[in-house]
């Protein structure tokens, strides 16, 4: 059981912020790594950001290193992506998720459970 639950998107221009967030309900998930994908309409979900059960070591796609930030606070149950320097094609439904399966990466989508809803982020020219 469990619930995740993403806020925080919206419609900005480029160059602009958001931050996004994702909190837990039924559960903890203080001793998981999690995770955040987008998906554009059209393309595979894709991964984002990463980061450790502890918070101590992070993980990005090249595509967002040096813009994004993935970070958690556990005593609020809540992860967190500051998204910077927002471009175009960054456009996306943006999904947290609980990685459970350490047979696979950080990077495969199938290394995590427990999906929310996602919350859409759209960045205009």
């Known amino acids: 059981q469990g619930q995740l639950v993403e806020s925080g998107g919206g419609s900005v221009q480029a160059g602009g912020s958001l931050r996004v967030s994702c909190a837990a309900s039924g559960r903890t998930f203080s001793n998981y790594a999690m995770g955040w994908f987008r998906q554009a309409p059209g393309k595979e979900r894709e991964f984002v950001a990463g980061?450790?059960?502890?918070?101590?070591?992070?993980y990005y796609a090249d595509s967002v290193k040096g813009r994004f930030t993935i970070s958690r606070d556990n005593a609020k149950n809540t992860v967190y992506l500051q998204m910077n320097s927002l471009k175009p094609e960054d456009t996306a439904v943006y999904y947290c998720?609980?990685?459970?399966?350490?047979?696979?990466?950080?990077?495969?989508?199938?290394?995590?459970?427990?999906w929310g809803q996602g919350t859409q982020v759209t960045v205009s020219s």
């Open positions: 998720a609980v990685r459970t399966y350490y047979s696979f990466s950080y990077y495969q989508p199938k290394s995590y459970d427990y």
């Open positions: 980061i450790n059960a502890s918070g101590s070591s992070t």
